[in-house]
């Protein structure tokens, strides 16, 4: 395989194209708002592979942090070859997939648009599942109490096993609190899209909100095959299954994580049955990619997560010029 070597710094100039056949596309967006359903809808597209979450973007960012702090590097730099590795990455973790077209998951991509604009060289168009915050979490909340731990088990689940770690008592409040907290997986999905939009690249999102697709899935396909670009395809909503299931117990201590009904269609709880009302008065006002310019119930969202300064100087800037 012939590379161009042409390359200069990956933030802005021109790199060599890697001879390939493939497209990438990514997703992200928040939990339990519908990725791993839309993935199974999107395979049926032959041209179309979209798997489970992905390492690349791990890999890509060890490789790249590593190569900094060598010294026999330093000692030696050869920051083309590098690049090399580092965008091939992607090429090679892909490399026993037939399709031309590939989804990448990871929730961390709308904070880390440049690896993909400047390694992997193509314009980032990021598909990023949505849904109402307390709905995510009732979701969380009741596939916790569906999945207790038993003996036998590989683990618990992962929210109580940080929660014991940290010495905080299990009830679902705390459990709502940690998984839209800092550290949690809700909290760092909403940062991350926080991110991304902060730092100017609000425009290769494509936000799916999940009561879109669930009640009207034609449209919602229609819609997000044009953020992409590619030609429509006829997709059915029934018969659905997830084809690439995780190891959800031995990972996440939940069996049915990831689990595909095979109709589309929502059988979420009423949050008002499952969450407090101090959990239920916390969770408004954080929809803020619904809103543009966003409003000022963002801020209710440092109450869960934390943002640094100068994105809350941004934020309110925005709601001042609204």
Known sequence: MSIENTMTDIRGGFFSQIPQNKTY????????SGSTVLSSILN???RF???PSSPVLAMMHSIEHHIEQNELYHG??????????IKNIINQFYGDVEQSVIIDKNRAWVARVPYIEGYIKQKAKIICP???IEEV??????M???????????RINFIDEQLVKLNIPINDDNRCEYIAGPDGILGQSLNAIMEGINAGFGDRFHYVEYSNLVTRPKETLKKLYKFLGEEPFEHKFEGLGNLNRERDMETYGLEDMHEVRSVLKSTSK?????????VLDKCKGMDFWRNNPYTWGVQKIPNYIQIKQNQIKIITEEKDNA
């Open 49 to 51: 592979y979209s798997g």
């Open 137 to 142: 979490l009732t979701s969380m909340i009741t």
């Open 44 to 46: 049926q597209n032959p």
């Open 25 to 32: 596309y990514f997703m992200a967006g928040l939990p339990r």
């Open 144 to 154: 916790i109490r569906r999945n207790p731990y038993k003996e036998g088990n590989p």
């Open 130 to 132: 949505v849904r109402d």
């Open 76 to 85: 030696f730099p050869k920051p083309n070859e590098v690049r090399n590795i």
């Open 270 to 278: 009423d949050p008002l049955k499952v969450l407090s009302s101090y």
